[in-house]
């Protein structure tokens, strides 16, 4: 059963930092892996999707990275903002439309 | 253009009623997928379904639980004799054909 970790649970950090987020996963065989944000009381907002077979993606100041065969990804948020205080779900996919299999998130907060 | 939508974002019930969950995805969208999310937790996959066909209902917790797509399109997740357990909030995503998955706001479920 695939199994997803983020690290750290919770970070603060001051306005304008480079920062990274940690995720890890228990079976190297995924299909994809996806980054959300979720705000309180909101609904998820997919900010990245990485295929098997690429090794990052870039969506304006966030990079998403990963190494299948080591089971980890990492966000990096570079230049960070207020806005950027959410929590960060990380969530691999099994094969072809399965249901995603997500980590408990990390609770992030940008101090102005 | 519109994301997905579910209704009603709340429900309080009392215990031993049924509840029906409803999702309506991203027009065009093949793939719908039902989540539930714990607080403090990642969602939970529960089932999904290709066009009308349920693909995989391992995760529902047990025979209470059902979901349909009849016509491919809108979808309904039933809970039959709700429990106090099953207070959650209820996710649904859809995907074009299994790839990038988009979020509804979700369904805040409360049991008396």
């Known amino acids: 059963k695939q199994e997803v970790t983020q690290i750290p649970a919770a970070l603060s950090v001051p306005e304008g930092e480079n920062l990274v987020l940690n995720c890890s996963f228990t079976?190297?065989?995924?299909?994809?892996l996806q980054w959300f944000r979720q705000d309180p009381g909101k609904g998820l907002t997919s900010l990245l999707l990485?295929?098997?077979?690429?090794r990052e993606q870039t969506s304006g100041r966030l990079n998403a990275s990963l190494d299948k065969s080591s089971g980890r990804s990492t966000l990096y948020i570079a230049a960070s903002q207020p806005g950027d205080s959410a929590t960060y779900l990380c969530?691999?996919?099994?094969?072809?439309?399965?249901?995603?299999?997500f980590g408990k998130g990390t609770h992030l907060i940008i101090q102005p | 253009g519109a994301g997905v939508s579910q209704s009603p974002r709340y429900k309080v019930t009392k215990r031993g009623q049924d509840v029906a969950l409803r999702c309506d995805p991203i027009?065009?969208?093949?793939?719908l997928y039902w989540y539930r999310q714990a607080l403090g937790q990642g969602p939970e996959f529960l089932t999904y379904?290709?066009?009308?066909?349920?693909?995989?209902k391992s995760g529902l917790p047990n025979d209470r639980f059902s979901a349909e797509r009849p016509e491919g399109s809108i979808s309904t997740l039933t809970i039959q004799r709700t429990e106090q357990r099953d207070s959650a909030m209820y996710r649904c995503?859809?995907?074009?054909?299994?790839?990038?998955?988009?979020f509804g706001p979700g369904t805040r479920l409360t049991v008396l």
């Open positions: 990485i295929q098997s077979s690429q």
């Open positions: 379904f290709n066009y009308e066909a349920q693909q995989d």
């Open positions: 995503a859809s995907s074009l054909r299994g790839d990038e998955q988009f």
């Open positions: 027009s065009g969208h093949v793939s």
């Open positions: 079976d190297s065989a995924i299909y994809n």
């Open positions: 969530a691999v996919g099994g094969g072809g439309a399965d249901g995603l299999t």
